[in-house]
C-alpha cells in the first residue's frame, strides 16, 4: 500500500515493507541488522534515491525501537513505514522514514519524552530574563572586583614609593654619618701625627704653657 501527497516541496508515502525474505538468510544474531538495511534499500528504490546511496534514508528512532524491540533474534516480519522525501540543509534530498502505526508501548514513551521536551522549553522560557539578571549582576561584581583590585594596585603603589623614598633618605643619612666619621678620625689623626712629630722639648713647652 502506497499514498503519495505533495506539500510544500515533500513527498509522503507509506509502504508496507517485508523483512522475512531478507532477513532469512542470514545468521540469528544479524537478524535485526539485516531488517534495518532492508528498509533502506527498499526505501532508496521505490523513493528514487539517485545511486541507491543508503546514507539518504535517515530512520526515525521509534522505528529502529519497534525492529529492536524482540531483540537481534526476532526482527518483525513486516513494518508499515511512512517515508518522507524533503531536502536538508545543504539542498539534497533526503528520504526520512518514520512508523506509521506504533505500537502502545512506544506511543507512551514517545508521549512521555514530549511531555519532557515541552517541560525543559518551558523551564528554559522561564528562566530567561533571571539569567539576563544574573548575568548583569555578575558583570556588577566583576567591575566592583575590578575597581577595588585598582585601588589596591595604586595604595601598594603608593607605600612602596613612600618606602623607596624612606630607604633612599636612610641611606643617605648613613652615608652622610659615615662621611662626617671618617672626617673625624681623619682628622683626629692628623693631630695625633702632629703631636708625635713634635720633640720632647717643644711638647714640654706647649704642656707648661
Given at each position: 500500500?502506497?499514498?503519495?501527497?505533495?506539500?510544500?516541496?515533500?513527498?509522503?508515502?507509506?509502504?508496507?515493507?517485508?523483512?522475512?525474505?531478507?532477513?532469512?538468510?542470514?545468521?540469528?544474531?544479524?537478524?535485526?541488522?539485516?531488517?534495518?538495511?532492508?528498509?533502506?534499500?527498499?526505501?532508496?528504490r521505490h523513493m528514487k534515491i539517485r545511486d541507491r546511496d543508503l546514507g539518504k534514508i535517515k530512520i526515525d528512532r521509534y522505528l529502529n525501537e519497534f525492529v529492536w524491540l524482540r531483540g537481534i533474534r526476532k526482527p518483525p516480519a513486516k513494518v508499515k513505514v511512512k517515508a518522507i522525501l524533503e531536502k536538508d540543509s545543504k539542498g539534497n534530498e533526503v528520504v526520512r522514514a518514520e512508523l506509521a502505526e506504533m505500537p502502545e508501548k512506544l506511543k507512551f514513551k514517545k508521549a512521555r519524552e514530549e511531555r519532557k521536551e515541552q517541560k525543559a522549553l518551558e523551564a528554559v522560557s522561564e528562566k530567561k530574563p533571571e539569567t539576563t539578571t544574573e548575568t548583569e549582576?555578575?558583570?556588577?561584581?566583576?567591575?566592583?572586583?575590578?575597581?577595588?583590585?585598582?585601588?589596591k594596585e595604586a595604595a601598594e603603589s603608593k607605600e612602596s614609593e613612600e618606602e623607596k623614598k624612606e630607604k633612599i633618605a636612610s641611606v643617605i643619612e648613613a652615608g652622610e654619618k659615615a662621611a662626617k666619621s671618617e672626617h673625624k678620625l681623619e682628622k683626629h689623626k692628623s693631630d695625633t701625627a702632629l703631636t708625635k712629630k713634635q720633640p720632647k722639648h717643644q711638647f714640654r713647652k706647649a704642656l707648661a704653657k
Open positions: 500500500m502506497s499514498q503519495e501527497t505533495s506539500q510544500t516541496g515533500k513527498i509522503e508515502r507509506e509502504y508496507v515493507i517485508p523483512l522475512r525474505e531478507k532477513c532469512r538468510i542470514v545468521p540469528r544474531y544479524k537478524k535485526a541488522n539485516r531488517a534495518i538495511k532492508t528498509i533502506k534499500e527498499f526505501l532508496a549582576q555578575k558583570a556588577e561584581k566583576a567591575e566592583e572586583k575590578q575597581e577595588k583590585q585598582a585601588e
